[in-house]
């Protein structure tokens, strides 16, 4: 029986991890989930890992918890929507997962954004062996990039360069350390927690970087919604006064509009 590497994932952000991987391993075999429902016609539609391994003849199939993959080598989990249930994990090779932080800190769902948020200066991935608690496996590799002031676009976007880089010395047959204590956690955000109404400058500007991928963020301005998504430190003579200063937006998308400057959309509102 020939041994294959594993790859589950399901969505955007699985992609990259998943590119890095095709171009290393031969005999990569994908598992992602079915097609979902989308758009106002409600029709089928392949998720972006599924038309990624359409194109690339990778061999794919969808994930059933109760199969036994039993040509597994070991698997690489990044962004995939499914929890393991205790028993896949005790009756398969290894499973590893990509975690977008430092781990243990930022445990949870939501990792680049919180740090953003945080006013953290650094943050990175961990590569750890799943087990039946969330985010807590052994620790087999990790990296870090710094993040002041940057968009958690460009975070993610950093962590896939470096994984890439970093591939070639990574050993999936280690055992790993064990993680500390020290740990923190995220959360899931909601609609409300892009809303910038209420916020301080500094506050503002913290959320447009955090949630210009999950969001974007947005304000109530001129009795109308605003999606904020990109903003200036430098003062220029288009605005929105917050409450306890300005914020100078750059691109915005006005309520049933096109992305476009925040000074071409005050220009057309005299």
Known sequence: ?????????????????????????????VITLPPNKKGRGRKLML?????????NNLLCSYFDADKHYEDMEFAIVASF??????????????????HLSLLPKLRGPTPVETAILNNETET???????????????????????????YASDVYQNIYTLFNNDLPSINFFSNGIEQDNNYSTTSKFIKKDFNLTSCTV???????????????????????????????????????ELIDGFLYPLQVTPEGKRMMTFTDYIRGLR
């Open 47 to 55: 998720n972006p890992v599924e038309e990624f391994c359409i194109k």
């Open 124 to 150: 990175g991935y961990t590569i750890f062996q799943i087990n039946e608690n969330t985010d807590t496996g052994n620790i087999i590799f990790q990296n870090k990039i710094k993040i002041q002031n940057k």
């Open 202 to 240: 500094d506050e503002a500007k913290n959320k447009i970087r955090a949630f210009d991928t999950l969001g974007p963020a947005f304000i109530l301005f001129n009795n109308k919604y605003l999606k904020i998504h990109s903003y200036s430190d430098e003062e220029i003579t288009s605005r929105i």
């Open 1 to 29: 029986m020939i041994e294959r590497k594993y790859f589950f994932g399901s969505d955007e952000r699985s992609l990259p991890f998943l590119s890095s991987l095709n171009n290393k391993y031969e005999n990569l075999y």
């Open 81 to 98: 929507a499914k929890i393991f249930s205790k028993n896949f994990i005790a009756t398969h090779a290894p499973l590893f997962n990509i």
